[in-house]
């Protein structure tokens, strides 16, 4: 199924993107009160979704952990963020499929269904994609995944923001134990990331960038 974006533009708050980007801060206490609808929650992931990937195969996956048994779940397993576990409305759990290519046939099939493809060139790419995925190590595909995962957790962050919402990125947890913990497959899924999203109770507070003249080259 398509996303269909002109419908869910007319859901969103805040449509300049001038302020979603400039003004996004990390938010580390969230409105205990504020919650998530399950449908608002698919509606920000279907957005998110929009983010590019390599060969469009969409290696990210969701865990959102929003009841008081997830998050008790997760608490043991985060280091220093307990603040937004304990009031957010949610703590969306971010991880990379290790055989995104066995989604390539459903994905192909559908963008030729909808005629965003020729057969042609289906048949073309697949042909290519597959063995050239299942040949690569572990370790690459670890960093393919985490790379198109990473631009999925920005996107989301955005398109939160877009929605009146409140995030906070997070790498501090136990890598080695969280695809387990919540019944995925830890050999398959990789944890890249987990982002609070809520209602900010306090502000988060702005930060400084480098320049980018300090941090440029030309050649």
């Given at each position: 199924?398509?996303?269909n974006?002109?419908k869910?533009e007319?859901?969103?708050?805040?449509?300049?993107?001038?302020?979603?980007?400039?003004?996004?801060?990390?938010?580390?206490?969230y409105?205990?009160?504020?919650?998530?609808?399950?449908?608002?929650?698919l509606?920000?992931?279907?957005?998110?979704?929009?983010a590019?990937?390599?060969?469009?195969?969409?290696p990210?996956?969701?865990?959102?952990?929003?009841?008081?048994?997830?998050?008790?779940?997760?608490k043991?397993?985060?280091?220093?963020n307990q603040q937004?576990?304990?009031?957010?409305?949610?703590?969306?759990?971010f991880?990379?499929d290790l055989?995104?290519q066995?989604y390539?046939?459903?994905?192909?099939?559908?963008a030729?269904?909808?005629?965003?493809?020729?057969?042609?060139?289906?048949?073309?790419q697949?042909?290519?994609?597959?063995?050239y995925?299942?040949?690569?190590?572990?370790?690459?595909m670890?960093?393919v995944?985490?790379?198109?995962?990473?631009?999925?957790?920005?996107?989301?962050?955005?398109?939160?923001?877009?929605?009146?919402?409140?995030?906070?990125?997070?790498t501090?947890?136990?890598?080695?134990?969280?695809a387990?913990?919540?019944?995925?497959?830890p050999?398959?899924?990789?944890p890249?990331?987990?982002?609070?999203?809520?209602?900010?109770?306090?502000?988060?507070?702005e930060?400084?960038?480098?320049?980018p003249?300090?941090?440029?080259?030309?050649?």
């Open positions: 199924m398509s996303v974006l002109n869910q007319q859901s969103l708050v805040n449509n300049n993107f001038a302020d979603i980007m400039l003004n996004r801060r990390s938010v580390r206490m409105d205990k009160n504020v919650k998530i609808t399950h449908q608002e929650m509606d920000i992931l279907r957005e998110t979704v929009t590019p990937s390599a060969v469009n195969l969409q990210w996956r969701f865990v959102v952990v929003e009841s008081d048994e997830g998050k008790n779940k997760l043991p397993l985060i280091r220093f937004q576990n304990e009031t957010s409305a949610a703590m969306v759990l991880f990379g055989r995104p066995e390539a046939n459903k994905i192909y099939d559908q030729v269904a909808e005629g965003k493809m020729p057969q042609e060139v289906h048949d073309q697949l042909s290519s994609i597959i063995p995925y299942d040949a690569l190590t572990k370790e690459e670890t960093n995944v985490k790379i198109d995962t990473s631009i999925a957790a920005m996107q989301f962050m955005n398109v939160a923001r877009a929605h009146g919402y409140d995030t906070n990125p997070m501090g947890f136990e890598a080695d134990q969280l387990e913990a919540f019944d995925l497959d050999e398959r899924f990789v890249v990331m987990m982002i609070s999203i809520g209602k900010a109770e306090v502000a988060g507070y930060s400084v960038r480098l320049d003249e300090n941090i440029t080259t030309f050649a």
